[in-house]
């Protein structure tokens, strides 16, 4: 199970660093308190199968290419513009961590579908798109309507990417009331963290990292929700491709100690 590490975005430096990357997508409003709080409980830019084959292509500045896949909370509900969501504000914080690389995040997120739709769509949406990564976000609707969370089609979802050639991060459901408010999201959580753990894939926490706003940082849910307290809001958008981005780059850098890499490929 992927142990999540604090991602520290405390300070004004911090700040600022966040102001400038959302600038690359769209002018955004962000107060520097909530920027402040973009964190993570330990370890979420450390996972436990980091997307480790995208490392050559960094090193080489080669094409990466990374297609999203979601339902809503990936399409963007919530936020102002589609340029806030989380996969277009991921494009950018990644070209602006790595100069040089040509960085493509296609946005495939569809309002109110569950695993089974998503993976009916996956030849045409992901896999014909030839990603070197896929983003898969996935379980909130199944919460939202009281269906168990399919862990058989999700297992053979990851499957069917992973024997396409793509690397693959799984993305658990948002910490939100009217998820809370459902008794299957610990069912949820727990099988697509376990299905991340055998399949060997990565795991995006979500829900911990947003758990940990409320209980650590004492964030209020209107922070960093919309106003139907389910849906992200640009401010969570933006820290969550933050903190993916973190988990991407990290995860490409070979160890210390046998490392060879290009000058300046990499960048924080």
């Not at 690359?24 to 920027?35: N, R």
């Not at 297609?67 to 340029?83: Q, Y």
């Not at 693959?168 to 069912?187: M, S």
Request: one cysteine or more; charged letters at 20%; aromatic letters at 4%.
């Amino acid at each position: 199970m992927s142990r999540i590490a604090k991602v520290s975005a405390a300070g004004a430096a911090s700040a600022i660093a966040l102001a400038v990357a959302m600038s690359c997508a769209a002018p955004l409003t962000v107060h520097a308190q909530s920027a402040a709080l973009c964190a993570a409980p330990a370890g979420i830019d450390a996972l436990e199968h980091a997307p480790v084959r995208i490392r050559e292509r960094i090193s080489k500045g080669l094409p990466l290419k990374i297609v999203a896949i979601g339902s809503s909370s990936t399409f963007g509900a919530g936020a102002s513009s589609p340029d806030a969501s989380y996969p277009s504000q991921l494009e950018a914080t990644l070209k602006a961590r790595l100069p040089g690389v040509p960085v493509t995040v296609l946005n495939k997120g569809i309002n109110g579908e569950e695993a089974n739709q998503m993976a009916a769509r996956f030849d045409p949406d992901v896999i014909d798109e030839s990603p070197d990564l896929v983003l898969w976000q996935v379980g909130s609707n199944s919460v939202l309507r009281d269906h168990p969370t399919p862990g058989e089609v999700i297992r053979q979802g990851v499957e069917k990417l992973k024997a396409s050639g793509a690397e693959v991060i799984l993305v658990n459901p948002q910490y939100a009331p009217k998820i809370l408010g459902k008794p299957g999201v610990g069912q949820a959580v727990d099988v697509i963290t376990a299905t991340a753990h055998d399949e060997e894939v990565g795991l995006f926490d979500r829900f911990s990292v947003m758990r940990y706003w409320v209980e650590t940082e004492h964030m209020a849910f209107e922070q960093f929700l919309s106003p139907d307290l389910l849906h992200m809001n640009d401010w969570s958008y933006a820290c969550v491709a933050k903190l993916l981005a973190n988990a991407i780059v990290d995860g490409a850098k070979p160890p210390a100690a046998t490392a060879i890499v290009a000058p300046a490929a990499i960048k924080r």
